[in-house]
Structures are given as structure tokens and as C-alpha cells.
């Protein structure tokens, strides 16, 4: 199927997602609760900052807190890695250049070096945008989980430009999924349906990992999950 197009009436996917009705309801109502959670949640643990292993840094998907990436960072701080989060991105509204830019911005004044990157949805184009520019040598890997690689037919239908962004047609979500060279650094985590990435979160010459979950926010605490990100950040 050709990037950018909502598979046919009839394709799988739609009869998948239809019969997954009562799983999405939970994926909102996970989504709900942590979102509800985050403002209690808004200050990053000082005991993150702690670890003698790769640093790690966190970024959310769109409109997320950190706090929603909490289970992967307090699984990978108790296998010794330092948790760091990039406060200046809060809910992550602001468009993917700019956002790596933050992140940029971060790893420079925390002298962050050999970085493993772990996002969520469009925290994971955040992270290829600084595999390719990274000039400084700054970023080891990128773990990216439900992230719409080939963008999201279904941002067509929400008004405005946070949202909007993650078009398939969008000049940058393009511009990434030319940029292939960095691909190998990258592990691709994905459910094996999400209702919000309908064109899927394969990427070629990357390492493609789908797991039995459904949905697009849950997979986050799914344990199939942290066991492949555990297991990533070790490669």
C-alpha cells in the first residue's frame, strides 16, 4: 500500500480495528488516567539523574507529559541508566525541528554523550530528526515505539497544526522517511494493531519489533514492551 493511504474499505485493518472495540476503550481510558496523573507527576524524580550506565532520554508523543514514558524510565533506571527529561518540550505541541532542537539544546548542556533515545509516537520522529543532525556524535541509538514513520492518514481529519503535522503529505514527516541512512540505528517497537498509526510503524533498515499488544497508549506499561526496550538499549 502506498504511504500516506488509509487502507481500502473492507482491508483488514478496518475490520481488526472495528472488532477491537472494548481494547480501545481501555487504551483511552489508560491514556485518560495518566494524562490526569501527569499534573501530579510534573516534576522529574532527582533519583533518575542516578546510574553508571548509557543515559537515557525520554520524549513523549504528542500532547503526552514525560510522566506517560514513567514505566520505561523507571524500568531502565533500575538497570542502572541515568533518566533524563526535556522539561522546555512539555505536552510536545511545537513542530519536530524545533523539538529536536530542545532536545539538542539538552544534550549539550548536560554533556550528554553515547544517548539512548526512548519516545513515543511522535517523540520517536523527534529522535530521527537528531540522528541526522547530529553533528555532534551525541545520540548511540534511537527506541521508538507506536511512532507514525510514514505519518497518520487519520491526522487528516483533526483541525489544527499539532495534529495536522503528522499528515502523511507533511513536508517533514517526507523529509524523514526519505533520510533512510540513519535507519539502522533505530528500533522500531510496535502493537499489532494501532488504531491511531493505520499505515503501521515498519521502517525499513530498521529493527522492527511488533508485539501482541493493542493500542496506542498502553503499550507503554505493556511488560512485552519494557522487555523489548530493556533488551534494545543492552544491543
Sequence with gaps: MPSGELPPAGHDWRRRTLAQGPEWARDYLYIASRQLRGWGERVVPAIFADGDRAPVVVLPGVLEPWSLMLPIAERL?????PIHVVDALAINTISVADAASLVTDVLRERELRGVVIVAH????????????????????????IATPWHGSSLARYVPGRVIGALRPEDAAIVALEANTEVNARITSIYPALD??????????GATNIEVAAVGHFRVLSDPEVLDAVVAAVGR
Excluded at 533506571?77 to 541508566?81: F, L, S, T
Excluded at 511522535?122 to 547530529?134: A, M, Q, T, V
Design 195 to 204: 488504531q491511531h498509526v493505520p499505515e503501521g510503524s515498519q521502517l525499513e
Design 121 to 144: 509516537s511522535k517523540g520517536g520522529l523527534i529522535g530521527k530528526r537528531l540522528l541526522i543532525e547530529d553533528v555532534d556524535g551525541r545520540v548511540a541509538q534511537l527506541i521508538a
Design 77 to 81: 533506571h533500575a538497570q542502572g541508566h
